[in-house]
């Protein structure tokens, strides 16, 4: 309904969230920010910058305040559970892969002393391989398309067309990722071709499952954060195997 009725929602006021989860995470959100203001420090994350915003932008009121911070948990929840449920099945059917995860993993805690199992940020952005599979599995299982709507007339470069304001844009992610005009063995999983060495070979716009630019979606390096924390725990303790009866193809 929000998609295709959006008018019909408003006029009935038919919210898009649970009443009382909204109503838990407003109340969260707000002891956050009166801790935060009670140690005078709002700090330099996203909370942080949306409190700043309220305090001196007109339009960043309460009520989109507490609903900007709850759209961003709700959002980066079902979606990043479902990408780890998709991953471990690709782990599962690639034993050498889930080797060489297991590998690297191994090798950061075994420069930590007995017993210490607590990870660091910098020891989990330096597990280039594993941000290499994560890469990978975005590129090859991302959703189909996204939309955007544009607010002001733009003709398309090299083009008759032109877009009206309020016309809403489907941009094909999926096709571009997986198109063999710009990825050899498009259908192939290789996590080497996304990291860090070839990174900058990636033709602009071709890979996008988060989208691009400044509507990049606000979660993306979170979400990959807390993949790449679960993955490694269940790997440091646990082997992924498929089951007898599992017919998986990925």
């Not at 471990?88 to 889930?98: S, W």
């Not at 060489?100 to 990870?119: H, N, P, Q, S």
């Amino acid at each position: 309904m929000l998609l295709c009725a959006p008018r019909v929602m408003a006029f009935f006021r038919i919210g898009v969230y649970n009443t009382k989860s909204e109503a838990f995470f407003v109340s969260v959100v707000q002891r956050a920010i009166q801790e935060r203001k009670k140690e005078g420090d709002t700090g330099k994350d996203i909370l942080g910058s949306l409190i700043h915003l309220h305090e001196t932008n007109p339009d960043m009121t309460t009520e989109v305040l507490n609903k900007s911070v709850a759209q961003f948990v709700f959002d980066g929840y079902s979606t990043t559970a479902d990408s780890m449920i998709g991953l471990l099945a690709v782990i599962a059917t690639r034993p050498e892969i889930q080797e060489k995860l297991r590998e690297e993993i191994d090798a950061v805690f075994d420069r930590k002393e007995d017993g210490d199992i607590d990870l660091t940020a910098d020891d989990v952005v330096g597990m280039d391989y594993l941000d290499s599979v994560i890469l990978e599995f975005g590129r090859l299982f991302a959703i189909g398309m996204t939309t955007r709507l544009t607010t002001k007339t733009y003709k398309i470069p090299e083009s008759e067309l032109t877009l009206p304001v309020g016309a809403v844009v489907m941009i094909p992610m999926s096709s571009f990722q997986q198109d063999s005009e710009f990825w050899e063995n498009p259908d192939e999983f290789i996590p080497e071709r996304v990291n860090a060495e070839n990174k900058g070979k990636i033709k602009t716009g071709t890979y996008q499952p988060f989208g691009q630019g400044p509507r990049q979606c606000l979660g993306y390096i979170y979400a990959r954060f807390e993949m790449k924390l679960m993955i490694i725990y269940l790997l440091r303790f646990f082997d992924i195997e498929t089951v007898s009866y599992t017919h998986l193809t990925l």
